[in-house]
């Protein structure tokens, strides 16, 4: 890590620091997901000015590959498991983020739904091949047909909207 401080210290000093005045800091975080065979150089470029161009806050490349590959694309909910490294990133608005994501975006083949914030009906596709949608689709009508487990992302494009749950 660069430029990174660990410091051992008590909970009160911390406070100590804190500010009386109320917080400035609104709303959630913005997240896209993404999942990559290969870090190629048409990937590296793209990354690099997505960097640069000070979109994002957050920037993750992450490894997933090895055992995860061992283990039947269609034999659970997470799909595209050939990918071999997860993308993340993280910014303070959807726009902003997501002029930066459009130069990712193409190079990347799926995504892991858990680590995405965007509920457009489009990333349904995206995290699920028609087959694996199908399966969880048949599940969630026998095992959660009122919609309990609807945050995050709902099964169905109708039943998105933003907090992610059933209206």
Known sequence: MYAQDI?????AAVMDNASDDPPVSH?????????LRHVTPQFAAAAARVIRSGAIGWFQLRSVGGAVAD???????????DAN?????MGGADEVVDRGWVQL???L?????????????????????PRTLSRLRELKNVYD???????NFA???????????TP
């Open 27 to 35: 709303g959630e975080p913005v997240s896209r997901s993404g999942l």
């Open 109 to 129: 083949d799926g995504l892991y739904i858990s680590f995405e914030s965007s509920l457009r009906p489009e990333r349904i596709a995206e995290a699920w091949p």
């Open 71 to 81: 283990v039947p694309a269609d034999a659970t909910a997470y799909a595209h498991r």
């Open 145 to 151: 047909p009122d919609g309990v487990f609807g945050d």
């Open 7 to 11: 410091v051992i210290t008590s909970y």
């Open 105 to 107: 975006s193409p190079i």
């Open 85 to 89: 490294f997860s993308l993340v990133v």
């Open 155 to 165: 099964l169905t494009p109708a039943a998105n909207h933003p907090g992610g749950s």
